[in-house]
């Protein structure tokens, strides 16, 4: 069962910056967050993921929260190739399968 | 370094007939998925191959549909006979396994677009 809440959609204009919320409040010590995203009918692509610490890529940031109950995925400069649902997903370190979600749809607009 | 590769991209078959889905991971990717998302669902796990051996098959529907991954590179999953139910999408994914037995990132295919008749 899928351990977040995301909220169904969202919109962003083209060149601003995207926020995406994922609440995990039942989180654990050993947890990770990963983010992944979809765009259109294509394969779940990999962004980002952490643990404690803030984390920074060439794709996007990912925050966490002191307590770990939340996070916040960030697209710095949303292009129009970045609308795609977004998954947030909380993992174990050695625990193997991922519980996707429902995720955010992220309409980024011209 | 090629990505996880799926064949076929589509296959359209009638109620009862046989499919057969090729997954090839990443080179040197010891762990191997098999995910699928049926009609208006979310992305759900079907089972976990490390190497030759399934690790974790709690996600197979049914004993229609049977999992290989002989030799531990490549994997099939065969669906017989497939039922209007089976439609969807089928993904793989691969990781490397590292110290301790700690996953690393899951990798995906583009999946198979399975339509049922």
């Known amino acids: 069962d899928a351990k977040t809440t995301q909220p169904p959609s969202m919109d962003c204009a083209e060149g601003r910056a995207a926020n995406l919320p994922c609440n995990h409040s039942t989180i654990s010590g050993n947890e990770y967050v990963y983010w992944y995203r979809q765009i259109h009918s294509q394969g779940p692509q990999y962004i980002i993921h952490g643990l404690k610490n803030n984390e920074t890529n060439e794709m996007a940031s990912l925050i966490i929260t002191e307590d770990r109950k939340s996070s916040t995925l960030i697209l710095p400069h949303a292009t129009l190739r970045d609308t795609a649902v977004y998954y947030c997903i909380v993992r174990t370190y050695n625990f193997n399968k991922f519980y996707f979600g429902s995720g955010t749809k992220l309409n980024v607009k011209p | 370094e090629a990505g996880v590769t799926q064949f076929p991209s589509h296959s359209v078959i009638e109620k009862g007939q046989t499919v057969t889905l090729r997954c090839d991971p990443i080179?040197?990717?010891?762990?191997l998925y098999w995910y699928r998302r049926v009609m208006g669902k979310e992305i759900k796990f079907l089972l976990h191959f490390v190497k030759e051996s399934k690790q974790d098959e709690s996600g197979m529907p049914n004993n229609r549909f049977l999992a290989e991954r002989t030799g531990g590179t490549y994997s099939t999953l065969k669906v017989q006979p497939a039922e209007l139910e089976d439609s969807g999408v089928y993904f793989c994914?691969?990781?490397?396994?590292?110290?301790?037995?700690?996953?690393?990132?899951?990798?995906f295919g583009p999946g198979t677009r399975l339509l049922v008749l």
């Open positions: 080179s040197g990717h010891d762990n």
């Open positions: 994914a691969s990781s490397r396994t590292k110290r301790r037995r700690v996953q690393e990132t899951q990798y």
